[in-house]
């Protein structure tokens, strides 16, 4: 054995401690996963309830246009079947509380979206890293083993082939069951985003209901829309206050119009050239677009059906056909 292999030998060795004690803590790692998985699946096989979701998020928003906005937190509060979904609504009324920015709802939904993408990694690295490790520390002890079934230590052959398998096996059931919990927690995620996206439809869009959604009796009458009730809570109006509404919009002019003060030419200070306003801009009627304007005319090569002709071609003398109607008739 020369130098350069003498150096790879020993710096395998080193490693073989590093992946064994990787190994031991990936294992432990993906057992904790599988315990919070199964604790997020008895959370949402006992407590998720689509109906009860909507209910709840419905008397929240009555809540907020009565004014009760303490209410409105406790209903919201009680939608706790799953970690993401209590993370989410918890820092959605904080932001009720105290921010109240109307776009932060739609933000913190994209930041929980982020957020199951990081759980999620957790367990898609040990898919790989599992199997890897288990490689490593497979491959490690065989050189010494093949080393002592060579000069007759049976008794090395033997505890490094034990360790070797071992951590194989091992290995293996890292990735295994980092698989599993990923896979599962792909789904309930994806559904935990699908329940936040209908809550905020709930809790901020529109509330009109569809007629779809309702029965008619006997006489041809839709059903009245239901009335949503709820409980309210002691509310603290010192520390409470009603969540304001955003002022509307100023509509503004799409098309700049030149002031009083702006030269002859369109220019003021150091503004750009601006079109002169005509009689018809004055008198508050835009001017007719007709085809002689500049803006209609188009180029040949421009237009994408120059080259497409007419419609029907002219048919020839005698031919016994007009145009639109088709191929002639045999025999005619």
């Given at each position: 054995m020369n130098e350069l292999q003498r150096i790879i030998y020993d710096a395998s060795r080193i490693l073989l401690w590093p992946v064994l004690v990787a190994t031991v803590v990936c294992f432990v790692w993906v057992l904790i996963e599988l315990g919070f998985l199964l604790y997020e699946l008895w959370l949402r096989f006992?407590?998720?309830?689509?109906?009860?979701?909507?209910?709840?998020?419905?008397?929240?928003?009555?809540?907020?246009?009565?004014?009760?906005?303490?209410?409105?937190?406790?209903?919201?509060?009680?939608?706790?079947?799953?970690?993401?979904?209590?993370?989410?609504?918890?820092?959605?009324?904080?932001?009720?509380?105290?921010?109240?920015?109307?776009?932060?709802?739609?933000?913190?939904?994209?930041?929980?979206?982020?957020?199951?993408?990081?759980?999620?990694?957790?367990?898609?690295?040990?898919?790989?890293?599992?199997?890897?490790?288990?490689?490593?520390?497979?491959?490690?002890?065989?050189?010494?083993?093949?080393?002592?079934?060579?000069?007759?230590?049976?008794?090395?052959?033997l505890f490094n082939i034990t360790t070797a398998f071992s951590v194989t096996v091992i290995g293996l059931l890292i990735g295994g069951l980092a698989f599993v919990i990923s896979i599962v927690r792909?789904?309930?995620?994806?559904?935990?985003?699908?329940?936040?996206?209908?809550?905020?439809?709930?809790?901020?869009?529109g509330d009109g209901r569809l007629h779809s959604g309702r029965r008619r009796d006997k006489k041809g009458v839709w059903d009245a829309e239901p009335k949503v009730e709820y409980d309210v809570a002691d509310e603290e109006f010192e520390k409470t206050q009603a969540i304001p509404t955003l002022t509307e919009t100023p509509s503004e002019p799409l098309i700049p119009v030149v002031s009083a003060d702006d030269g002859v030419d369109g220019h003021s200070g150091d503004s750009p050239a601006i079109a002169p306003v005509t009689a018809a801009d004055q008198a508050g009627a835009a001017p007719p677009l007709t085809f002689d304007d500049p803006a209609m005319d188009w180029k040949h090569d421009e237009d994408p059906f120059a080259d497409l002709g007419p419609v029907d071609a002219e048919p020839a003398t005698g031919s016994g056909s007009t145009p639109g109607a088709g191929d002639p008739t045999p025999g005619s």
């Open positions: 006992r407590y998720r309830d689509l109906d009860s979701l909507e209910a709840r998020t419905l008397k929240a928003r009555k809540a907020f246009e009565d004014g009760k906005p303490r209410t409105a937190y406790r209903y919201l509060q009680e939608n706790n079947y799953s970690i993401v979904v209590s993370r989410f609504l918890f820092d959605l009324i904080r932001n009720y509380q105290t921010e109240r920015l109307a776009a932060k709802p739609l933000k913190l939904l994209q930041e929980y979206e982020f957020y199951t993408l990081k759980r999620l990694e957790r367990t898609r690295i040990l898919v790989r890293v599992g199997p890897m490790l288990g490689l490593m520390g497979t491959l490690i002890p065989l050189s010494p083993a093949l080393i002592g079934l060579a000069t007759g230590h049976t008794t090395d052959l792909d789904r309930m995620y994806a559904q935990d985003v699908s329940d936040m996206e209908y809550l905020l439809e709930l809790l901020e869009g």
